[in-house]
Every structure is written in C-alpha cells, then in structure tokens.
Nanobody, 124 residues
Framework: QVHLVESGGGLVQPGGSLRLSCAAS????????MGWYRQVSGKRRELVAT???????TYVDSVKGRFTISRDNAKNTVALQMNSLNPEDTAVYYC??????????????????WGQGTQVTVSP
C-alpha cells in the first residue's frame, strides 16, 4: 500500500509559477515510478511528467521547457516546478505512484496509486 499526499496548488496569473509537491508513505520501496497527471472536468486524465526509479524522465510535449520534475534522495517525494503557466494548464493535478510486483515466472504486475488531487488555476 502506497499513500500519496499532494500540496502546492492554487491560483496564479498567466506567466506565473507554482511548485507542486507529493509525499509518499507506506511501501515506498516497491515504487517503480512517480509522476504527475492532470485532468479537466469532462476530459481524460493525461500524463504531465513521470520519473522512474532508474532516473528516466518523460514529459508531455506541451510542458517541455516549462515544467521540471524532481525527486529526493530516498525517492519518497516528487515535485513539479511549473513555470510560464498558461490558461491551458488549468486542471486538477494528481500525484501518481506506480508499484511493480513480480509474479510467477516472468510476469510483472503494475499497480497505480493516486493522490487526492490539487487544483491549479491559471487566470488573469
């Protein structure tokens, strides 16, 4: 079991910055990757940025050069620094942790854990 607690959302003007933080607890040793997703009401949740336990980082094209994902030494926290925010970035942002479990033989199971979500609103 992995528990995620998010913080840092709020209201910001276009061009401004916010920093989201996510703290993981529980079976943190089993976490394969952590990241951030966002969702607008009525639309599908989309990946924003992820980082694996091997240090591999992925960004959605729309945030490249503006957002930066990072983690601490123990890999139990992850942050998303968001600069040059646009109104299109307005969404509920969810912290995600992916747990990898080895099953019988070569089969691998991935389980997703989610934070409660934090609202980010970019508006004049």
């Amino acid at each position: 079991q992995v528990h995620l607690v998010e913080s840092g959302g709020g209201l910001v003007q276009p061009g401004g910055s916010l920093r989201l933080s996510c703290a993981a607890s529980g079976s943190i040793g089993s976490i394969y990757a952590m990241g951030w997703y966002r969702q607008v009401s009525g639309k599908r949740r989309e990946l924003v940025a992820t980082i694996t336990n091997g240090g591999e980082i992925t960004y959605v094209d729309s945030v490249k050069g503006r957002f930066t994902i990072s983690r601490d030494n123990a890999k139990n926290t992850v942050a998303l620094q968001m600069n040059s925010l646009n109104p299109e970035d307005t969404a509920v942002y969810y912290c995600n942790a992916q747990q990898k479990t080895l099953l019988f033989g070569p089969r691998i199971r991935y389980d997703d854990y989610w934070g409660q979500g934090t609202q980010v609103t970019v508006s004049p």
